[in-house]
């Protein structure tokens, strides 16, 4: 099998401070890869070059035989809206907040050349009821909406045209406890039906454990220790993985 | 330099000097270049305030000539406020012969309306134009409207549109309509109403739109094919208030709705003043 995205030691530095560096990896169609780390550890810095929001220093991202780093920019931005899915941490990112929430399913299909107002609002209808929003708030905005529906919107938002790789900037922050468990159901599920790939940077490691195939541990803007989440977190091998694993607070 | 003039002054011809008016026809040419793009200019302070059309009056300074026959209209009408000190500041400024006849003027500034006669070959449409970017209101960043621009990613657009229909059962945007220039480029065609957007396509008249305070500078070379943005299911219409003219009887122009006394009357006549009287006299 081809791998979806190839990582090929990317760096990334502000200044003659380090974001991250050496970091290769592969990420194969229906794969789930954690991306875990205290803060400032690189991993949002990582996903911003892997996304095409940031210019990495040196290195290539290769997904499905083509380089995002040295691609035209429409190419990348064609992408961005087609294949690709970009969830915020803050849904106020990724949404638009003056505009209904049929608008907001809608506008990646008119992004991609759809015009017809009927098949539209059956779609975001149809999207609405995925992430377990009611039909009838589909002319509400996104600022009536509670912070769990807010980010339900958005994840239906980005995968109604079918993405196939979806980056996720700490999915969960932000939410109650409950509304995390439901919104992590809700994707376990979506990832799994629809076969999608997604990298998940977070810091909840109960996340990662749920969602995540692989699982990378960063540190200082390098990857400490990576393997299958499973493995990584009941057999931690680097001090920093053990100190993480051991600061889980047990209920 | 000290050409005889008749009236004035110690302006020079149409107020602007020179070299102003050559860095305009530059970005004027730029503009019926490349049809619907925005082109910025150096837009100078005049002497009337932002909002009142100093857009169009440096367009149409920098395309006067001593022989032009000048039309300034402001919603249709030749004697309201904004076309009486526009037209009279031309004269003053450039003697030039004015009218509020459309199919004698060469060139004709107008504040949102597009004259009912038809355009001929040769005639200059200046339109003042007071936000040029049509997806201002959708995107704040001036930045990523001009990657917008250039990578044609129009989707938003029609987001607009489909919250119209979501909240209004139709497209409720009844001035301002955005347009598609020749397949590439979507531009606001100045706050003209939507009855007039298909005056824009196929127009042997070449059109000028000048956006003063925002800088900009766009145009519709003669017979540009223009397409109002619409759905499949929801088409594109041009409408107008659903009565005839209350003086000229005329059914097929764009009418301004008159109160005439505090208990409710009203009465419905032609917006474009010219029009009206022509037919009247006919």
Known sequence: MQPLLQVQNIRKTYGARIGCTDVSFDLYPGEVMGIVGESGSGKSTLLSCLAGHAQPDTGAVIFDGRDTVTMAEPERRMLARTDWAYVHQNPRDGLRMGVSAGGNVGERLMAVGARNYGTIRDTATDWLGRVEINADRIDDRPSQFSGGMQQRLQIARNLVTGPRLVFMDEPTGGLDVSVQARLLDLLRGLVRRMGLSAIIVTHDLAVVRLLADRLMVMKGGHVVEQGLTDQVLDDPQHAYTQLLVSSVLQV | ?282
């Open chain 2, 1 to 282: 330099m000290n050409a005889p003039q008749k009236n004035t002054t110690e302006y020079n011809f149409a107020y602007l000097d020179e070299d102003t008016k050559r860095m305009i026809r530059r970005a004027l040419l730029k503009a019926v270049a490349i049809p619907g793009y925005q082109v910025p200019f150096a837009s100078r302070e005049m002497p009337m305030p932002y909002g009142w059309g100093t857009g169009g009056v440096q367009v149409t300074a920098a395309c006067l000539t001593p022989d032009d026959v000048l039309k300034v209209i402001d919603q249709g009408a030749d004697d309201t406020t904004n076309a009486v000190s526009i037209r009279k500041f031309f004269q003053r400024t450039a003697d030039v012969d004015v009218t509020e006849r459309t199919a004698d003027a060469t060139i004709i500034q107008t504040r949102h309306r597009i004259p009912e006669a038809a355009l001929t070959e040769g005639q200059i449409l200046v339109f003042q134009v007071p936000i040029p970017e049509p997806l201002r209101f959708l995107e704040p960043r001036e930045t990523e409207t001009r990657k917008m621009h250039e990578l044609e990613e129009y989707g938003l657009m029609h987001v607009k549109l489909y919250e119209d229909i979501a909240k209004h059962g139709q497209i409720a945007t009844a001035y301002a309509y955005p347009v598609k220039v020749e397949g590439r480029y979507v531009m606001d065609p100045s706050p003209i109403p939507k009855f007039d957007n298909p005056k824009l396509s196929d127009n042997p008249a070449l059109m000028l739109f000048g956006a003063g305070r925002e800088q900009r500078i766009y145009a519709l070379p003669p017979h540009t094919k223009v397409a109002s943005l619409d759905f499949e299911d929801h088409p594109f219409e041009a409408s107008k208030a659903n009565h005839n003219c209350d003086i000229c009887g005329a059914g097929d122009t764009y009418l301004d709705e008159v109160i005439t006394d505090d208990r409710g009357s009203r009465m419905f006549v032609c917006s474009d003043t010219d029009h009206c009287r022509t037919r009247q006299e006919a």
